[in-house]
């Protein structure tokens, strides 16, 4: 590593981070739907294909 | 032909379109992407492990010195941006033209992580400039068409999710994805069409790559890796979307309930 490694180092950090955000708010959002959809069910509401 | 050698043909025609159909089934997709998702994720991780790996033990280039490190995930991040649009292209000609709620899934679902992509692409490619160029931008026609890029998937974005109907606005985005993938071309070939300061294909070329093997596997492996990562969020966002509409159904069916009663 060289006078440069800040940069190096830099672009890493951004990435995991951009991409560490993104893979949370993926896997956030699956959890919050499966959540409401489970809240739903319980309250009795089916979809139309969904009923027997 | 014969009848029975017809009968064969047909019916394998028909297996093979009954089986893209039925994966064309939200329920069933769902179902296949249950079974996946794990699998294609841990094979990106052990790829990106591997590549993080080979990217810190390669030699440094005799001209960027260890700034080539950047290159590892610049270039993976400007390919996929570039590919995450052509999925988005692909499903939005089935949009249109089969008027398949699932492509416009796939499209809606894509766009967040193409630009997340994107973005990375001109951090990256910014912080690589700083040192090699003296500048972390300059207007030339490679870095202002990856720009352009990034906001038409800001813009795509928006129109996803902008109207209440989603039908109606899957098919505005298609439009707008459809007439955006003639910047593709213009992406690729800007290096050289104009006098940029962007250095030409080293990978992608005619006469094979520029670059010593040293330096190109652990690239391969970046991208390959980063590829994984890309389907492995964007099967995992497609689903989400697909549970997203189907609550909205429901709470539709649920309002409509009410209002019967």
């Known amino acids: 590593m060289t006078d440069h490694a800040g940069f190096v180092l830099g672009s890493y950090a951004v990435s995991v981070f951009v991409i560490g955000a993104l893979a949370l708010w993926i896997l956030r959002d699956h959890r919050t739907r499966k959540a409401e959809l489970a809240a739903l069910e319980q309250a009795g509401i089916k979809r139309r294909s969904g009923k027997p | ?261």
């Open chain 2, 1 to 261: 032909m014969t009848s029975e050698a017809y009968d064969n043909v047909m019916s394998s025609t028909e297996s093979i379109s009954s089986r893209l159909s039925g994966l064309a089934n939200p329920t069933r997709f769902l179902d296949l992407v249950r079974r996946v998702l794990p699998w294609l994720a841990g094979v990106s991780v052990i790829l990106l492990a591997a590549g993080l790996y080979m990217s810190f033990t390669a030699p440094e280039d005799y001209q960027q010195g260890t700034t080539v490190r950047i290159m590892f995930i610049h270039v993976p991040f400007a390919w996929l941006s570039m590919m995450a649009w052509s999925v988005m292209a692909v499903a939005a000609l089935g949009t249109l033209i089969w008027r398949h709620p699932l492509a416009d899934v796939a499209a809606k679902a894509a766009a967040p992580i193409g630009a997340s992509f994107t973005l990375l692409a001109l951090i990256t490619g910014s912080l690589w400039g700083k040192p090699m160029w003296g500048t972390y931008w300059v207007w030339d026609a490679r870095l202002t068409s990856v720009f352009v890029l990034f906001l038409m998937y800001l813009g795509v974005i928006a129109l996803t999710r902008a109207l209440e109907d989603a039908a109606l606005s899957a098919r505005a985005a298609a439009i707008l994805i459809l007439v955006g993938a003639i910047n593709l071309p213009v992406i690729k070939f800007s290096v050289d069409w104009w006098n940029t300061l962007h250095q030409p294909a080293a990978v992608f070329r005619l006469d094979g790559p520029t670059i010593h093997p040293t330096l190109l596997w652990p690239l391969a492996i970046m991208a390959l890796g980063f590829t994984c990562l890309f389907f492995t969020l964007h099967l995992a966002a497609m689903s989400n979307e697909i549970l997203a509409r189907r609550i909205s159904a429901m709470r539709r069916l649920a309002a409509r309930q009410t209002g019967d009663a």
